[in-house]
């Protein structure tokens, strides 16, 4: 990626404003997963190793916009992050605003972390309102980029702020996480090791079609699973039961049928269930699926064809899970996809992307985290990467 890092700029006796994704998951006021924080530890350390200061800016959720909503507040955050880090952290209850400008004015220039309230409380973050942008520019000297997980959206934080920045003649860099990020999504793109493989799941067909669309260029096969395989079933003209479909992308489904020819492979079977909230039977159905009955997980035939191109992968791509997987039994399909990823990367020396979401979610909960190469922070940004879109929030990033 061609453009300036913030190991590339001068920091000493500075404060950074940096983006980060501190979107966790949280029960009550405890994190369940704190993989986004510690994800954001090195650019913030290479500030503070270097006798700089850091502000950070992040969302959590999906707030109304209207002020402080308790349930979405980063003070748990704050708390964890300065554990993670030894140091204090101090907490802004607001993110712009006089009192958060006598904070930023008050910090020291060496040293000092300041984590300011969700942006999100406030409409403008989502708007990409000017005179909010301007405020947040005020505070600091240099802007960092290390949200992976909003680059693909125009927010306040990702693009006024930077460009506003750009426009005072401070520096706006990236991130170490945005350039991991994206020098993997982008050399498994656009110059991959083959055979390779991309496997995609979840729900919808219509979040994917971009997706398939580019991946058929480059890729040697492409594995569908997840309730998605349920409306390209019956583009072919099978049943599917009580199945999750969108029949009004059927036609799309048939496009890519026809455009992928064996590079496209679909499950041979299913494991089905009579009930979604509460299944009283269950069982294995190659074909059509019965009335009364909807699709799960792939079955145990398609595991074995699936994980039989799997491990002759050097490259793998994994977005979606293969089934409902947080409901055992329903979770084999992506247990199994899971394991033959992490065994391509050992044996074969494959490099595996897994491509943030449900599918960082389904990998971390079964221990292979770490057997694999890249366990991506966004599930939308890295759907957009696929996709072959550009970002504008990385685009008008300084030029290396």
Excluded at 98 to 123: I, Q, S
């Amino acid at each position: 990626m061609a453009k300036k890092s913030i190991t590339d700029v001068e920091v000493t006796g500075k404060k950074v404003l940096m983006r980060v994704d501190f979107n966790v998951p949280l029960d009550g006021e405890r994190i369940t997963d704190d993989r986004r924080v510690r994800m954001a530890l090195p650019s913030i350390r290479s500030v503070l190793d270097r006798s700089g200061s850091v502000i950070l800016m992040s969302h959590l959720g999906r707030p109304k916009g209207e002020g402080a909503e308790p349930k979405f507040s980063l003070a748990p955050v704050a708390k964890r992050l300065g554990e993670l880090l030894g140091r204090q952290v101090k907490f802004a209850t607001d993110c712009v605003g006089d009192e958060v400008t006598k904070l930023a004015d008050g910090m020291a220039t060496t040293g000092d972390v300041l984590l300011l309230e969700n942006l999100r409380f406030h409409k403008a973050e989502k708007k990409g309102e000017a005179t909010f942008a301007d405020q947040l520019a005020g505070l600091a000297d240099v802007y960092c980029n290390n949200a992976f997980g909003t680059c693909h959206r125009d927010d306040a934080s990702m693009v006024a702020v930077p460009r506003k920045m750009k426009e005072q003649g401070k520096p706006a860099v990236a991130g170490d996480l945005v350039e991991k990020e994206i020098a993997f999504l982008k050399e498994a793109i656009e110059s991959p090791q083959r055979p390779f493989v991309a496997i995609l799941g979840g729900a919808k067909v219509s979040d994917k079609i971009a997706v398939i669309d580019n991946l058929l260029q480059t890729c040697d096969k492409i594995l569908i699973g997840g309730a998605m395989a349920y409306t390209f079933a019956l583009a072919r003209g099978k049943q599917v039961g009580d199945s999750l479909v969108e029949k009004d992308k059927v036609e799309d489904a048939k496009r890519m049928l026809e455009a992928g020819g064996d590079k496209l492979v679909l499950p041979v079977d299913t494991h089905c269930a009579d009930d979604f909230g509460n299944p009283t039977q269950t069982k294995f159905v190659e074909g059509d699926i019965p009335d009364g009955f909807e699709g799960m997980d792939i079955g145990p035939k398609s595991i074995e064809q699936f994980v039989a191109v799997v491990k002759d992968a050097k490259t793998v791509v994994w977005n979606g899970p293969m089934g409902v997987f947080e409901k055992p039994p329903f979770d084999s399909g992506t247990k199994a996809v899971a394991e033959a990823i992490a065994e391509a990367t050992r044996s074969n020396g494959a490099t595996s992307i897994i491509g943030g979401g449900d599918s960082a979610a389904a990998i971390e909960i079964m221990g292979l985290a770490d057997k694999v190469s890249h366990v991506s922070t966004g599930g939308g940004a890295s759907l957009e990467m696929l996709e072959g879109k550009k970002f504008n929030s990385v685009e008008l990033l300084d030029e290396a």
